[in-house]
């Protein structure tokens, strides 16, 4: 474990399905992040949060909502997914926004059927 | 939009050779980049990082090098092991920001 941890690991879900993604980092780091990893596609930003606060919010449907209750811990909840948003969800933390100190979770496998 | 890429999208090398994996970018204004390794199953790791008032930077193993003429970043993995086996992502960013741009990734099969 990296100090990130995700759940669940896979996730199969309907289209009319809500659903939501757990990210939980034990590294004492204020800033949290989603990113989308599909196949054949570079990572993709989604949302960032600094000290609980939403700081960036990259042009992602609102199909997906992203929660952060408090430093450690971060959601991303599902409603009304499409087959095109199966892919792997990564979170990452760091401190202070200093990139060189990301640390990705292990992701959740998701499938939209 | 800016972005950054690779040059190849699979690389075969034999166990024990040396890895030469390639990163083009393209955004002039970016002074920090970072390469980082996703095995199987797992999300990327930090390998790393260099800045860009560096020319060459050296780890375990690894070396960045780093041409702002041509904007061109590579990362060399010295004597190949299996474990090595993974895609490599390059990603770059303003330091003062916090939005990484990734690059496509390669994979590397190491063959025993």
């Known amino acids: 474990e990296t100090g990130v941890t995700q759940t669940p690991r896979h996730l199969v879900m309907g289209m009319t399905n809500k659903k939501s993604l757990k990210c939980e980092q034990h590294?004492?780091?204020?800033?949290m992040y989603w990113y989308k990893q599909s196949a054949k596609k570079p990572l993709e930003l989604m949302f960032v949060?600094?000290?609980?606060?939403?700081?960036e919010n990259n042009s992602v449907p609102s199909r997906f909502s992203p929660e952060c209750p408090n430093s450690s811990h971060l959601f991303l909840h599902l409603h009304t997914l499409q087959p095109e948003d199966s892919a792997l969800y990564l979170c990452?933390?760091?401190?202070?926004?200093?990139?060189?100190?990301?640390?990705f979770g292990s992701g959740t496998r998701l499938t939209v059927v | 939009g800016e972005s950054v890429g690779l040059h190849l999208p699979t690389l075969s090398v034999q166990e024990g050779d040396n890895s030469i994996i390639n990163c083009a970018y393209s955004?002039?204004?970016?002074?920090?980049f970072i390469w980082y390794k996703q095995e199987s199953g797992k999300g990327p790791q930090f390998i790393i990082d260099?800045?860009?008032?560096?020319d060459k930077r050296q780890g375990q193993r690894v070396t960045v090098l780093l041409n702002k003429t041509v904007k061109h970043l590579s990362l060399q993995i010295a004597a190949t092991q299996p474990g090595d086996s993974a895609v490599y992502f390059c990603?770059?960013?303003?330091?003062?920001?916090?939005?990484?741009?990734f690059g496509g990734g390669t994979r590397v099969l190491v063959k025993p």
């Open positions: 990452a933390s760091s401190q202070d926004n200093r990139v060189g100190g990301y640390t």
């Open positions: 590294l004492g780091h204020n800033a």
């Open positions: 949060y600094n000290f609980k606060e939403q700081t």
């Open positions: 955004n002039s204004a970016s002074d920090y």
């Open positions: 260099i800045r860009s008032n560096m």
């Open positions: 990603a770059e960013t303003i330091a003062a920001g916090n939005k990484l741009t």
